[in-house]
């Protein structure tokens, strides 16, 4: 049963990379395509096997331990706008894709519960590097249709993903995650182990550099810098900021590409995204406190599926109500990140240093870009790396923490019984 829930989780996860938004019209003339029939069937399917386990009291009660709990009043909150929604289908079906992300994570943390966090991580980095790797591989077969083009010249060329389809700045992103997720494995790998990892990271950071979206370079030079910080790399990770930014400024290829031919004016104005915030701004905050509708807001009143700005997709939806939900949440993860980094640092302890430096680094990647994308406000890629994190520190506080003894869940024990947390 085990193997089942892991399998629905990397499969939900990669069916979460197919990223072809659709207009208003083709959404209203055609609600369901091929491909978001074949995500209801497996969200169904997912949803049916997550209940029964859920009916166990300690699913539910684990459902309701931060910050997954935070998540889980978000996603109450995304189900309440449906009073008002412009879009009630819209809302209620992106509102049951989460309540399903919810209902997963709570029953893959209790499977791990036992197993430790190290294990989960491994396996969502192995499958995330692996369909980066998948989609290069895919390019040099058929490059005329993994490659966008904009405008003239090699300087404009954008690597995205065929199967499953992606837009290159979230393929940029996603590469950028499993990028530093290898990375993080790489810095304590040893033997053959070494030479996997090495091959993972360079290939997860050669799809970063092609998918030619500034944000996921920059969310990528910014994530390794901190990692190496945090494992005491302090020279190291000096020299690679200094090496990207002069690379950037003082090699007039590199610029030529970091610019994509356009004006400073434009690269500045985030090619354009800032100039829109300010009016989307005024039409979001008519409705301040419980916004226009989960997700259907900016699809009806925009048409289009995000705003390129994490925080404004929430406003719009949600009103500050759900950005104030999702701060908190936000911040409840990186309390708990924060706390597992210091001890892991306090200790020396060189396994628990690897899987913080994973989750920041993961962390910092989806937040950078957050900046310019829809981020993790609706189930999709960036969402399902950020659950990713939140199922990790559900297993951290209170399973089983790899090579250290002490009292931990098991699958017979109820959850009610107090345990002693990694912040105890």
């Given at each position: 049963?085990?193997?089942?829930?892991?399998?629905?989780?990397?499969?939900?996860?990669?069916?979460?990379?197919?990223?072809?938004?659709?207009?208003?019209?083709?959404?209203?003339?055609?609600?369901?395509?091929?491909?978001?029939?074949?995500?209801?069937?497996?969200?169904?399917?997912?949803?049916?096997?997550?209940?029964?386990?859920?009916?166990?009291?300690?699913?539910?009660?684990?459902?309701?331990?931060?910050?997954?709990?935070?998540?889980?009043?978000?996603?109450?909150?995304?189900?309440?706008?449906?009073?008002?929604?412009?879009?009630?289908?819209?809302?209620?079906?992106?509102?049951?894709?989460?309540?399903?992300?919810?209902?997963?994570?709570?029953?893959?943390?209790?499977?791990?519960?036992?197993?430790?966090?190290?294990?989960?991580?491994?396996?969502?980095?192995?499958?995330?590097?692996?369909?980066?790797?998948?989609?290069?591989?895919?390019?040099?077969?058929?490059?005329?249709?993994?490659f966008r083009w904009y405008g003239e010249g090699i300087f404009r060329m954008?690597?995205?993903?065929?199967?499953?389809?992606?837009?290159?700045?979230?393929?940029?992103?996603?590469?950028?995650?499993?990028?530093?997720?290898?990375?993080?494995?790489?810095?304590?790998?040893?033997?053959?182990?070494?030479?996997?990892?090495?091959?993972?990271?360079?290939?997860?950071?050669?799809?970063?550099?092609?998918?030619?979206?500034?944000?996921?370079?920059?969310?990528?030079?910014?994530?390794?810098?901190?990692?190496?910080?945090?494992?005491?790399?302090?020279?190291?990770?000096?020299?690679?900021?200094?090496?990207?930014?002069?690379?950037?400024?003082?090699?007039?290829?590199?610029?030529?590409?970091?610019?994509?031919?356009?004006?400073?004016?434009?690269?500045?104005?985030?090619?354009?995204?800032?100039?829109?915030?300010?009016?989307?701004?005024?039409?979001?905050?008519?409705?301040?406190?419980?916004?226009?509708?989960?997700?259907?807001?900016?699809?009806?009143?925009?048409?289009?599926?995000?705003?390129?700005?994490?925080?404004?997709?929430?406003?719009?939806?949600?009103?500050?109500?759900?950005?104030?939900?999702?701060?908190?949440?936000?911040?409840?993860?990186?309390?708990?990140?924060?706390?597992?980094?210091?001890?892991?640092?306090?200790?020396?302890?060189?396994?628990?240093?690897?899987?913080?430096?994973?989750?920041?680094?993961?962390?910092?990647?989806?937040?950078?870009?957050?900046?310019?994308?829809?981020?993790?406000?609706?189930?999709?890629?960036?969402?399902?790396?950020?659950?990713?994190?939140?199922?990790?520190?559900?297993?951290?506080?209170?399973?089983?923490?790899?090579?250290?003894?002490?009292?931990?869940?098991?699958?017979?024990?109820?959850?009610?019984?107090?345990?002693?947390?990694?912040?105890?």
């Amino acid at each position: 049963m085990k193997i089942s829930f892991i399998i629905l989780w990397i499969i939900i996860f990669a069916i979460s990379m197919h990223t072809m938004p659709r207009t208003l019209d083709a959404l209203q003339s055609k609600p369901v395509d091929n491909f978001r029939l074949v995500r209801i069937i497996s969200m169904a399917i997912t949803a049916l096997l997550v209940a029964y386990p859920l009916f166990g009291l300690r699913y539910i009660e684990f459902a309701f331990r931060p910050p997954l709990s935070y998540l889980l009043l978000y996603n109450i909150l995304a189900f309440a706008s449906l009073i008002y929604s412009s879009s009630k289908v819209l809302t209620l079906w992106k509102s049951i894709e989460i309540l399903v992300d919810i209902g997963l994570s709570a029953t893959i943390g209790v499977i791990f519960l036992d197993e430790g966090v190290k294990k989960f991580l491994k396996i969502n980095t192995i499958f995330l590097c692996s369909m980066i790797i998948i989609m290069e591989i895919e390019a040099l077969i058929n490059p005329a249709f993994a490659f966008r083009w904009y405008g003239e010249g090699i300087f404009r060329m954008q690597l995205g993903g065929i199967l499953p389809y992606m837009n290159p700045s979230p393929f940029g992103y996603m590469a950028a995650v499993a990028s530093v997720m290898s990375f993080a494995s790489l810095l304590y790998a040893k033997g053959r182990q070494r030479l996997f990892y090495g091959v993972l990271f360079s290939l997860s950071a050669i799809g970063t550099i092609l998918s030619h979206s500034r944000t996921a370079m920059v969310a990528f030079v910014v994530a390794i810098v901190i990692i190496l910080i945090l494992n005491r790399k302090i020279f190291i990770s000096a020299v690679i900021l200094l090496l990207a930014i002069a690379t950037i400024f003082l090699i007039p290829q590199t610029k030529l590409y970091w610019m994509r031919q356009q004006d400073l004016d434009l690269v500045m104005n985030m090619t354009g995204r800032i100039s829109a915030w300010p009016l989307i701004w005024q039409t979001a905050k008519e409705s301040p406190i419980y916004g226009y509708g989960f997700y259907a807001a900016q699809r009806v009143i925009l048409n289009s599926d995000t705003t390129d700005n994490f925080f404004l997709d929430i406003f719009m939806g949600l009103g500050f109500l759900g950005v104030f939900t999702m701060i908190v949440l936000i911040l409840s993860v990186w309390r708990n990140m924060i706390i597992f980094a210091l001890n892991s640092f306090k200790m020396n302890n060189n396994l628990h240093l690897e899987i913080a430096s994973k989750l920041i680094g993961m962390i910092l990647v989806i937040s950078i870009t957050g900046l310019t994308t829809r981020g993790f406000s609706i189930h999709g890629e960036s969402f399902m790396a950020f659950i990713t994190i939140i199922t990790s520190i559900m297993i951290i506080r209170y399973g089983v923490i790899d090579d250290i003894e002490e009292e931990y869940l098991t699958l017979e024990e109820d959850l009610i019984t107090p345990v002693k947390t990694v912040e105890e």
